[in-house]
């Protein structure tokens, strides 16, 4: 049996920011592309990826996702902010650095999927 302390994780702020973009792609990209007149961009986007339009199409799976993601995400880091790290000051300093580091691009990850939710179910009927 190992007494060594392992430093938190930071892949569960990551798959949270990786589906959170998702929802920027979905449903923000295009609305931008369109509303600054880079509409001819949007479709030449779509003929290069055409799996846009699937994300689009399936946004409430998309966003379901990316919801569930950045709770589990949040919640890991929740129970990781009182687990002890290592000893050694040079790992303990990495260990706190890694803590800072989830909670920043957890907090981007919120912030892409709230851009997202606006973009994918509000701006249409404010603009109606």
Wanted: with cysteine; aromatic share 10%.
């Amino acid at each position: 049996m190992s007494s060594e302390v392992k430093a938190p994780s930071t892949l569960p702020a990551f798959l949270s920011l990786f589906t959170s973009t998702g929802t920027l792609i979905c449903c923000a990209l295009p609305a931008l592309l369109v509303s600054i007149g880079a509409g001819a961009v949007m479709a030449g986007l779509i003929e290069a990826v055409p799996q846009i339009t699937w994300l689009g199409r399936n946004k409430v799976l998309v966003f379901s996702i990316a919801a569930a993601m950045i709770a589990v995400a949040g919640a890991w880091q929740w129970h990781a902010r009182s687990l002890p790290c290592p000893v050694d000051p040079a790992k303990a300093r990495a260990c706190t650095r890694a803590r800072q580091i989830s909670w920043v691009v957890w907090w981007i990850s919120v912030a892409a999927f709230a851009i997202g939710a606006f973009f994918a179910f509000f701006a249409a009927s404010l603009l109606a």
